[in-house]
């Protein structure tokens, strides 16, 4: 991938952002929880990542737009009552002809967070507004994941 200007929102411990980071792309990572920028920071402290404490929604707001925007496990995170918002709030980050990739979490269980979704459920909230020129289960998971992950690579429809 050429270099992009990069959005990590749900960041957590940041490895994906500093990977990013590491290929030359420009990478904001944000997380609603300070001490986990804080942990990323002290855990990559050479990385130029720009790690930000914010609300994914709220980060609308700076009216910065993106190329990418890297999604793991901030969707099972949200309440479903509140995954449309999610859906535009990607559609309002990313610049024209922007892809959200995503790995998304298909546990099957009732309640949460985290909260289950299927690829069924994925098209269905982004079709709307994206192409879908990957999904699939991911080769890789974590053990206790394998098999309930969903890899999507969708890209903006405009």
Same mark, same amino acid.
């Given at each position: 991938?050429?270099?992009?200007?990069?959005?990590?929102?749900?960041?957590?411990?940041?490895?994906?952002?500093?990977?990013? $980071?590491?290929?030359?792309?420009?990478? #904001? /990572?944000?997380? =609603?929880?300070? &001490?986990? +920028?804080?942990?990323?920071?002290?855990?990559?402290? $050479?990385?130029?990542?720009?790690?930000? #404490? /914010?609300?994914? =929604?709220?980060? &609308?707001? +700076?009216?910065?737009?993106?190329?990418?925007?890297?999604?793991?496990?901030?969707?099972?995170?949200?309440?479903?009552?509140?995954?449309?918002?999610?859906?535009?709030?990607?559609?309002?980050?990313?610049?024209?002809?922007?892809?959200?990739?995503?790995?998304?979490?298909?546990?099957?269980?009732?309640?949460?967070?985290?909260?289950?979704?299927?690829?069924?459920?994925?098209?269905?909230?982004?079709?709307?507004?994206?192409?879908?020129?990957?999904?699939?289960?991911?080769?890789?998971?974590?053990?206790?994941?394998?098999?309930?992950?969903?890899?999507?690579?969708?890209?903006?429809?405009?």
């Amino acid at each position: 991938m050429a270099p992009a200007r990069i959005l990590v929102p749900g960041c957590g411990r940041g490895h994906e952002a500093v990977h990013l $980071d590491q290929d030359g792309h420009d990478v #904001v /990572a944000i997380d =609603f929880a300070p &001490l986990a +920028t804080v942990h990323a920071q002290k855990t990559y402290p $050479d990385s130029t990542v720009d790690w930000r #404490v /914010a609300d994914f =929604f709220t980060f &609308l707001d +700076t009216g910065e737009r993106f190329d990418v925007c890297v999604e793991h496990t901030l969707f099972c995170a949200i309440d479903p009552k509140r995954r449309d918002e999610y859906v535009e709030a990607v559609l309002r980050l990313l610049r024209p002809g922007g892809s959200l990739i995503g790995v998304f979490y298909a546990h099957g269980k009732d309640g949460g967070p985290p909260f289950t979704t299927t690829e069924a459920e994925i098209r269905r909230r982004f079709g709307k507004h994206f192409s879908f020129p990957l999904v699939e289960v991911p080769r890789d998971s974590f053990p206790n994941r394998a098999g309930k992950e969903i890899l999507v690579w969708m890209e903006r429809l405009d």
